[in-house]
């Protein structure tokens, strides 16, 4: 059997990582400014992540949402804690898709409608729903276009307003900062007038802080730049530091009920070992601050290149927009200064999404190289 071939490959492969160093299988180094597409928040095989993981894989790695599970309880409370999201339940899964398809569905369950609002160029998944609240059409098959998604330019309040009072939509869901689309924001202004329309017109509004969260923009969530609460949260990405980890922060005011939402995996002994093991790891090296800090730093040193026509995001969460097309000069920064970026939608976007520990040292051996690219 073959690989279904779906991804374009670098020709590299690496084999062992640490911090933000990666090795390949010819023991050539690289730095990982890209974090696995925004995964590695703690820094790959940080110590106390691999020991809780090995420490839990002793003990048991798996059993269903039948049973009792401390490891679950115990991660709630501390990410409502860390999170400042207290007023909040947490729903696990698996990936940031299923974490929106699960928040779609609970947006459509209480409210009985079934259309979503979304925004240009927004990313949020492959599967059913979150796909077709996804601007790509090319991604959307025939059967994800059965789904009523209208899409709306961010930040334009009269057309938001004259959607959402003419027509019955179940939830509003938005990246608090896009990520594959390109780090465009909701304004804080636009931010407070649909959370406050959500409010009045029974509608679910819905952060997607899958690759935002987890401190990755200098706050816990990035919506939390902005003054809102909103109904529900999708977290995933640095959640689990490369374990496959997800979930739904679901307000308070929602009422649960045994088997309305459910996952067979999705919880699990590891997975929560991991998550917690993240949790520590950013509280006990305050790496939120330093996200925020080094994203200060990093934003400094980019405004001294003039090849650099706009930064866009916040913390380690940043988009380089140059004037030229950046797939070469991304492809130059891994095949000649071993370094890994990322890609948006916008093809003048070179995307940098380190680990959260990150150091000003990182950051300049990052522009050294990029200087010496350009
Ligand atoms: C904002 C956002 N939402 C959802 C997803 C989907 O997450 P996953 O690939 O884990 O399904 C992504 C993935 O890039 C994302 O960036």
């Known amino acids: 059997m073959k690989l279904f071939d779906v991804y374009p490959l670098y020709d590299v492969t690496p084999v062992k990582a640490k911090g933000i160093e990666v090795w390949d299988d010819k023991g050539e180094k690289y730095l990982d400014y890209y974090g696995g597409h925004a995964v590695i928040s703690i820094g790959h095989t940080h110590p106390h992540y691999v020991k809780r993981i090995k420490d839990q894989l002793d003990q048991m790695a798996f059993y269903s949402n039948s049973v009792q599970n401390p490891l679950q309880e115990g991660l709630a409370q501390k990410l409502g804690a860390m999170s400042d999201c207290e007023n909040y339940d947490l729903f696990m899964c698996n990936s940031?898709?299923?974490?929106?398809?699960?928040?779609?569905?609970?947006?459509?369950?209480?409210?009985?409608?079934?259309?979503?609002i979304a925004f240009t160029n927004s990313f949020h998944g492959r599967t059913s729903a979150a796909v077709a609240a996804t601007d790509n059409p090319s991604i959307n098959a025939p059967i994800n276009k059965q789904q009523k998604v209208t899409f709306l330019a961010l930040n334009d309040f009269d057309a938001f307003e004259k959607a959402i009072e003419g027509d019955t939509y179940c939830a509003v869901i938005l990246e608090a900062i896009q990520g594959v689309g390109g780090l465009d924001e909701p304004t804080t202004e636009f931010f407070q007038f649909i959370a406050k329309k959500c409010n009045d017109h029974n509608v679910v509004l819905i952060a997607d802080e899958v690759q935002s969260g987890y401190g990755r923009s200098g706050k816990f969530f990035a919506f939390q730049y902005h003054g809102i609460e909103p109904d529900i949260i999708s977290i995933a990405k640095g959640m689990g530091n490369g374990f496959p980890v997800g979930g739904i922060l679901i307000h308070e005011k929602f009422k649960s009920s045994y088997g309305l939402l459910g996952t067979t995996f999705g919880g699990n002994h590891l997975a929560c070992?991991?998550?917690?093991?993240?949790l520590e790891v950013l509280k006990d090296e305050n790496l939120i601050e330093n996200a925020e800090t080094l994203g200060a730093y990093f934003k400094e040193k980019a405004s001294g290149i003039p090849e650099i026509k706009k930064v866009k995001g916040r913390g380690l969460m940043i988009g380089l927009e140059f004037d030229f097309e950046v797939a070469g000069l991304r492809k130059k920064m891994i095949v000649e200064q071993h370094m890994f970026t990322g890609s948006a939608k916008n093809k003048k976007l070179l995307r940098f999404l380190p680990a959260l520990n990150i150091t000003k040292n990182d950051i300049d051996l990052f522009f050294e190289a990029l200087k010496k690219a350009l």
């Open 273 to 278: 070992a991991a998550s917690l093991a993240v």
């Open 96 to 116: 940031g898709a299923e974490a929106n398809e699960n928040a779609l569905k609970m947006a459509s369950f209480h409210t009985g409608k079934s259309k979503v």
